[in-house]
């Protein structure tokens, strides 16, 4: 089994802390859970990725940090594999934010709104230290929600035209968690739905999951002088493959439906038309057999990837679910 490369965006304001969260996700994901790995397709950009992520734990002060992007727009390509097989690869656009706020004449805005329309996941980043007290219509301005909205309306809600059927992932990545970490987790979860009530409604067709992330440990205020910790960073692109799996076990599934109805008008056939169309069914069988085993390599590695996925909230057209196969 191998599944189409995807585009994935990170959408969010400058210094929301998107380049550090990307650099301490390939860290993790370079070592791996659960058997799934991630490698830069390139061995220059790993080699890149590497040392900016060894600065960024070995230096310490405000210096440790990236700087945030001058270049309008990076991509980077990665491969998600499991026991080196790669399973599947995706292209991850990491743009200054400042893009969010520019005209839409901008050369860089023309561009990501491009990257966005053809991207099948997206993840929005906003920021703990504005969630440190109940969001208010200043918090709309700081995390610039509506305008993240603004651009889920009209380059993947129009384009895509998400349904139950054929559902579009987001995942709404905090990023520096440990900021707003004393805060109820709940609160701070029906916070983040009131600033994006859209993606959160009945019969839509997203799939959201929300999932704090950091790179330092909890309950440390000062991040420029302590010690790196990661934690949750390698739940979005779990997430972002298990819901590129997940399409494709709708997809599998609806073939096999499919072929089970074309195999049983044969069979409640007379006997004349059974022989006529013996090798009709024959083939169809066989189609069967190879759509039986996709599902079935989907549904093995959604397993393991689901567990993974216990501990985040994840919603389905307005419903929390839990991730399963
Ligand atoms: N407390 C805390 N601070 C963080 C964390 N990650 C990043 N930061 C801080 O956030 C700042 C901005 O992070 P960047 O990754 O450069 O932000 P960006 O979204 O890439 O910004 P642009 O490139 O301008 O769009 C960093 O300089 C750090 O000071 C975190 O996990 N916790
Ligand atoms: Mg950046």
Redesign the pocket.
């Known amino acids: 089994m191998k599944l189409e490369d995807i585009k994935i965006v990170m959408l ?13 996700m390939y860290a993790i994901m370079q070592t791996g859970v659960q058997g799934f790995t991630l490698s830069a397709k390139d061995m220059d950009l790993d080699l890149e990725l590497t040392e900016r992520w060894e600065k960024l734990i070995s230096v310490t002060g ?1 210096d ?6 001058a270049a309008a727009m990076e991509q980077y390509g990665f491969n998600f594999s499991y026991g080196f097989r790669p399973l599947m690869g995706f292209e991850w656009l ?6 969010l706020s520019d005209r839409s004449t901008e050369q860089d805005v023309q561009d990501l709104v491009q990257y966005l329309s053809d991207s099948q996941c997206l993840f929005l ?1 906003i ?3 504005h969630l440190v007290e109940s969001v208010t219509p200043n918090t709309v301005r700081e995390i610039k929600s509506d305008r993240m909205n603004q651009f889920i309306q009209q380059y993947i809600s129009e384009n895509k035209q998400p349904t139950n059927q054929n559902p579009f992932p987001v995942a709404i990545v905090i ?5 707003c970490h004393h805060r109820d987790r709940d609160e701070i979860i029906a916070d983040v739905q009131k600033l994006f009530q859209a993606l959160f409604t009945p019969n839509t067709g997203w799939l959201t999951m929300i999932c704090p ?4 440990k909890e309950l ?2 000062d ?2 002088h302590a010690s790196i910790v ?1 934690v949750n960073v390698h739940l979005p692109v779990v997430f972002a493959v298990y819901a590129q799996l997940r399409a494709y076990g709708i997809k599998f599934k609806a073939q096999r439906d499919r072929l089970n109805k074309s195999i049983d008008t044969i069979k409640k056939g007379n006997s004349l038309v059974q022989l006529l169309k013996s090798k009709e069914l024959n083939n169809y069988s066989n189609e069967l057999e190879a759509c039986n085993n996709e599902i079935m390599a989907a549904e093995e590695n959604m397993k393991l990837l689901s567990e993974e996925l216990q501990q985040v909230s994840l919603y389905f057209s307005g419903n929390e679910v839990t991730a399963d196969v």
């Open positions: 969010g304001t400058s210094g929301a802390g998107k380049t550090s969260y990307l650099l301490g405000e440790r940090w990236p700087t945030p992007n990491d743009y200054r934010g400042l893009a980043c920021s703990g230290e990023t520096k968690y440990d900021l992330v950091s790179l330092g440390c205020n991040l420029d990661p």
